[in-house]
């Protein structure tokens, strides 16, 4: 089953649906991202689709909120808190300090900007 992502205003996620491969295959068999693409505009009408890959192709599985960087080609899951800076490699949100490893749970505290022990 092939995922493909419904892009809205803003390239948000708005839409996540699930195609069976055999929609993506062409005459000699192969996947093809654009059968999926034109099977969906056939189905639901016009809009703009982009297929979702579990494999780290798009940098991350589409979700529903999500943000489509056309010039990365890559999904944006929502920016966690404010003070994250977003990872131009993995397209994933860092915080500005790591945390600690040393085995205990931490979370993230925004007004401070640093991680606290989870207790």
């Not at 995922?3 to 000699?28: C, P, T």
């Not at 300090?97 to 505290?109: E, L």
Request: glycine share 6%.
């Amino acid at each position: 089953m092939a995922s493909f992502a419904k892009i809205g205003l803003n390239s948000k996620v708005i839409e996540v649906l699930v195609v069976h491969n055999n929609e993506l295959k062409d005459s000699n068999g192969v996947e093809q991202e654009v059968n999926g693409i034109n099977f969906l505009t056939n189905l639901t009408g016009w809009a703009i689709w982009k297929q979702s890959f579990k494999d780290g192709t798009r940098k991350n599985t589409a979700g529903i909120g999500f943000t489509y960087d056309e010039e990365k080609d890559a999904f944006i899951p929502l920016k966690p808190y404010n003070s994250w800076i977003l990872n131009e490699t993995t397209c994933q949100w860092d915080a500005p300090s790591a945390m600690p490893d040393d085995g205990k749970r931490y979370q993230w505290n925004e007004e401070t900007t640093t991680w606290d022990l989870d207790e």
